[in-house]
């Protein structure tokens, strides 16, 4: 690939993502980065009715998580479960209070809990999977979003952005 089309395919994806944020379409909407709040509750809310545990969804770990009451649920039930503790509403609650987390806590992972009930643990590590790859896919757009941005102000040239961007696709 020549630099030129290494640019504009940097540029091109960076325009995409602006679009898809809504900075270019003169909309009053602005979309999130990839996220699925569904599949994120589904693995908290399996957590917390004992559907499954952290090491159950390995490699999952708490940094996959976009949503951040999400990654300290997920957090505080690793630790749990490295200490050997029940993880549940009331020991979840316990960690995230000992962790500095404030609010109603019961209340919310409750509410985490009760998302889907009965959930088997085959779709539980199937949202598993979708959360580590919408995170690789956040990885990308924030080193795209960097290249792009350096590659402007002409702190690097196209060979440094082709590399950088190679570390992050592999």
């Known amino acids: 690939m020549r630099d030129a089309d290494l640019l504009q395919a940097v540029r ?20 999130l980065p990839p996220v699925d709040g569904d599949a994120e509750q589904t693995v908290v809310g399996a957590l917390l009715e004992t559907h ?68 088997l643990l085959e779709h539980v590590r199937q949202s598993a999977a979708r959360i580590i790859e919408l995170h690789r896919q956040r990885q990308l757009i924030a080193q795209m979003q960097r290249v792009d941005a350096d590659l402007r102000l002409g702190a690097i040239d196209t060979d440094q952005a082709r590399a950088r961007l190679r570390e992050v696709i592999g």
Do not use: N
């Open 12 to 31: 091109g994806a960076m325009a995409h993502e602006i679009r898809m944020a809504g900075l270019l379409a003169g909309g009053d909407s602005v979309h």
């Open 52 to 119: 499954a545990r952290p090491s159950d969804l390995a490699p999952l770990t708490a940094e996959h998580f976009y949503g951040l009451f999400a990654r300290e649920v997920f957090a505080a039930a690793t630790e749990l479960e490295r200490r050997g503790s029940v993880i549940d509403v009331e020991t979840v609650a316990t960690e995230l209070h000992a962790r500095g987390v404030r609010g109603p806590l019961s209340e919310e992972l409750i509410h985490l809990r009760d998302w889907q009930p009965f959930c």
